[in-house]
């Protein structure tokens, strides 16, 4: 059963880059079944998709964070990771890595990592 | 903003029923999936794909869609599904993902 779990830095400074790994377990970030995404929520607010990877590498972006966002995969490691660059206080939130499948007509994520809040902070 | 659109807050009855909605063009085209969140919690798939419930979520979530509409039902709402529900979809070009602004469940 696959299990995610978000490490990094819970405090950024405004214009720095928050830079937050995902470590898969119980599964191959390698298999063909699966994307690989990023989604955040600031404190009191909704879900936003950051974007999300495939194993060969193919990104997909969220529009409005597209500029500053780079997604990334170490099969090696068994690992993603999200760098958001140029960070504000708009950018704290509680960060999640999730497990995505896509079936043409449909997409879910599941499971979901713990989370971590990153607040962007001088 | 979203591209799908979610009422803020709902209300039911405990062992009532409670129609969640979610609209977006994007629906017309792509299912949508659904998540429970509680506070202090991670997102929690509930349904996802035209009406299917992974392993271990209660038989009393449904899901349905018609038209730019998809809907998450709860038949006998129980004290422990108070919670916020998010849906998530492709987006209109079908080349992204797009969520909800989330439901807030208040079982009374």
């Known amino acids: 059963q696959l299990q995610l779990q978000e490490s990094g830095p819970g405090l950024v400074k405004p214009s720095e880059t928050l830079s937050l790994t995902c470590t898969v377990s119980g599964g191959s970030i390698s298999s063909s079944s699966y994307y690989w995404g990023w989604i955040r929520q600031p404190p009191g607010k909704g879900l936003e998709w950051i974007g999300s990877?495939?194993?060969?590498?193919?990104?997909y972006y969220n529009p409005s964070l597209k500029s500053r966002v780079t997604i990334s995969v170490d099969t090696s490691k068994n690992q993603f990771s999200l760098k958001l660059s140029s960070v504000t206080a708009a950018d704290t939130a509680v960060y999640y890595c999730?497990?995505?499948?896509?079936?043409?007509?449909?997409?879910?994520?599941?499971?979901w990592g713990q989370g971590t809040l990153v607040t962007v902070s001088s | 903003s979203s591209e799908l659109t979610q009422d803020p807050a709902v209300s039911v009855a405990l062992g009532q029923t409670v129609r969640i909605t979610c609209q977006g063009d994007?629906?017309?085209?792509?299912?949508a999936s659904w998540y429970q969140q509680k506070p202090g919690q991670a997102p929690v798939l509930v349904i996802y794909?035209?009406?299917n419930r992974p392993s271990g979520i209660p038989d009393r979530f449904s899901g349905s869609s018609s038209g730019n509409t998809a809907s998450l039902t709860i038949t006998g709402a129980q004290a422990e599904d108070e919670a916020d529900y998010y849906c998530?979809?492709?987006?209109?070009?079908?080349?992204?993902?797009?969520f909800g602004g989330g439901t807030k469940l208040t079982v009374l």
């Open positions: 990877i495939y194993y060969s590498g193919s990104t």
């Open positions: 994007s629906l017309r085209s792509y299912y």
């Open positions: 794909g035209k009406n």
């Open positions: 998530n979809s492709r987006d209109s070009s079908g080349n992204l993902v797009v």
């Open positions: 999730a497990s995505s499948i896509d079936y043409g007509d449909v997409n879910w994520f599941d499971p």
